[in-house]
């Protein structure tokens, strides 16, 4: 069955990158979406199709997907974008599933 | 603004059966191009899909949980419902109601509802 593989953390200087992967199988030809969770909350949908921003998302969310890893980055990161992060696919054989998820620490 | 609010018992006993409600509210759970999904977290984990229903009744289930799982929906109470079966403390989580985009394929869920904990002990 499909799987999909993150980074259990990320830590992170304010104003610097975070980069958060999610690995799979040929994941570059699917659509990945990706899910905010901070402690207590709902998920939050901060990137959808790779690279799409819901309205509301700030502009330092972005996406990326290509072959076997998908990438959300977090530029110029804040005290509140600590939280968890999640992966999130549609595989027609092994049907939604979401990634292990990523704990983002801001240092 | 669409909003979704899960309802149901926040306990139930082993074996027995786990039933929750999801109410749209804002909108039509009608609407074409949107599913509406359930999603459950274990606490201290990660996120699990059950399944998902379009208003016409169309389903889909996770393969490791569908022998246990109906999901249906009612379109005059703007209202879509879970049923999880035979239910073992291994089925303790939050579980979140979502609506979810599904245009050529079941994408991603956006908004959420804010979740509620079922705990499965006798």
């Known amino acids: 069955s499909y799987v999909l593989t993150q980074p259990p953390s990320v830590s992170v200087a304010p104003g610097q990158t975070a980069r958060i992967t999610c690995g799979g199988n040929?994941?570059?030809?699917?659509?990945v979406h990706w899910y905010q969770q901070k402690p207590g909350q709902a998920p939050v949908l901060v990137v959808y199709d790779d690279s799409d921003r819901p309205s509301g998302i700030p502009e330092r969310f972005s996406g990326s997907n290509s072959g076997n890893t998908a990438t959300l980055t977090i530029s110029r990161v804040e005290a509140g974008d600590e939280a968890d992060y999640y992966c999130q696919v549609w595989d027609s054989s092994s049907d939604l599933l979401f990634g292990t998820g990523t704990k983002v620490t801001v240092l | 603004q669409l909003q979704l609010q899960e309802s149901g018992p926040g306990l139930v006993k082993p074996s027995e059966t786990l039933s929750l409600t999801c109410t749209v509210s804002g909108g039509s759970i009608s609407s074409s191009s949107y599913y509406w999904g359930w999603i459950r977290q274990p606490p201290g984990k990660g996120l699990e899909w059950i399944g998902s229903i379009y208003y016409s009744g169309s389903t889909y289930y996770n393969p490791s949980l569908k022998s246990r799982v109906t999901i249906s929906v009612d379109t005059s109470k703007n209202q879509f419902s879970l049923k999880l079966s035979s239910v073992t403390a291994a089925d303790t989580a939050v579980y979140y109601c979502?609506?979810?985009?599904?245009?050529?394929?079941?994408?991603?869920?956006?908004?959420w509802g804010q979740g509620t904990l079922v705990t499965v002990s006798s």
């Open positions: 040929n994941i570059g030809s699917k659509s």
């Open positions: 979502a609506r979810q985009e599904a245009v050529a394929a079941l994408n991603w869920f956006d908004p």
